[in-house]
């Protein structure tokens, strides 16, 4: 079987590759933008909207950054609340074991006081 070609990726990220590219194309579009306006080209409202995409682009990432971090420490909240409920439980069945054990010894404490 042929094996897919490998993504490119830039730290194995999405976002981060989104970004960079993203970058990459906002700087061709400037420096495509001065060479043209050397020629006596108007392209101020096409370098402005790139970097304007650029800007917006950038932005949600952060935003979306955020919500992953956010997330995260959510999971990890989770994680703890159950670590600390399971001691919890099994605190409180080792109690009820002990109990049932010191109820079971005082019964044959009073049978044998009734019965001898």
Known sequence: ?????????????????IVVLSLLFCVGVVVAGMVLA??????SIIVGNAL???????????????F???ADKQEQLAKMRSIKR???EAYK????FEREE???????????NVAG
């Open 1 to 17: 079987m042929r094996e897919r070609p490998r993504r490119f990726r830039i730290n194995d990220d999405t976002m981060t590759t």
């Open 38 to 43: 050397y020629f006596g080209v108007d392209v």
């Open 52 to 66: 304007t995409v650029f800007g917006t682009e950038l932005g949600i990432c952060g935003v979306m950054t955020i």
């Open 68 to 70: 992953n971090r956010w």
């Open 86 to 88: 399971m001691q919890r």
């Open 93 to 96: 069945t080792d109690n009820e």
């Open 102 to 112: 010191f109820k079971e010894s005082l019964r044959r404490e009073n049978t044998e």
